[in-house]
């Protein structure tokens, strides 16, 4: 299986802590995705960095990756009982129109 | 605008019964694919397609097919249902490919085979 490693598998936190997450990959990449999912819904597309690029922002989120130890974090910044959910990471890569591959996730629960 | 829409939502069939998890998007998307989702395994690409008439594998193929007559639909056949089918799949589209952009989800089809 190609499928990236997340760490950790379940996090859980306070209201206004930060949360980290982890995500290791296996082969070379276009680009690493970051996706929400809500119990019982559908995936959501957090942010996108591409393999040139070393980190990227979005609101309260913050997105790292290094290429040369193939991993990725995502930090949520003053976390809120509303970012309770599963976060994956997925890797783009291989054809031109490429397949993602999905990491196995990370179990995100903040307490009011 | 719908986005990516799935049905049916839920579904229980008996080992060996064949159904079809339809799967429509209305963002003029190329690029669509299936997913399962199992427990501890996170999404598994099962087929992908990158517009009309062009179909491959993804990790997971066996005991699925799939075609793309046109751009907005990419139903998922179940040939003959097995217990180890039972899971929730998920159809994603973008609009040209996952290399130049993110996918877009529909909201699942919870599979139960008896």
């Known amino acids: 299986s190609q499928q990236g490693e997340e760490d950790p598998q379940a996090l859980s936190i306070q209201e206004g802590e930060n949360a980290t997450m982890n995500c290791s990959y296996k082969t070379s990449i276009n680009n690493l995705q970051w996706y929400r999912q809500n119990s019982g819904r559908g995936l959501v597309h957090l942010i996108l960095?591409?393999?040139?690029?070393r980190e990227k922002h979005s609101g309260r989120l913050r997105v790292t990756l290094d290429t040369s130890k193939k991993s990725s974090s995502l930090l949520i910044t003053a976390s809120r009982a509303a970012d309770t959910a599963s976060y994956f990471c997925a890797n783009a890569g291989g054809t031109s129109y490429g397949k993602l591959t999905f990491g196995q996730g990370t179990i995100l629960t903040v307490h009011p | 605008n719908a986005g990516v829409t799935q049905t049916p939502k839920f579904q229980v069939l008996k080992t060996g019964q064949s159904m079809t998890l339809q799967c429509a998007q209305d963002?003029?998307?190329?690029?669509m694919s299936w997913y399962r989702q199992d427990p501890g395994m996170g999404l598994r690409l099962i087929h992908y397609?990158?517009?009309?008439?062009?179909?491959d594998q993804g990790e997971v193929p066996n005991g699925y097919n799939v075609s793309r007559s046109t751009t907005e639909d990419f139903p998922l056949r179940l040939l003959s249902a097995a217990p180890s089918q039972t899971s929730v799949y998920f159809c994603a589209s973008s609009y040209l490919s996952v290399i130049t952009g993110e996918l877009f989800f529909g909201e699942g089809s919870r599979l139960t085979v008896l």
């Open positions: 397609s990158v517009g009309a008439g062009i179909t």
């Open positions: 960095i591409r393999s040139n690029e």
């Open positions: 963002m003029n998307h190329e690029y």
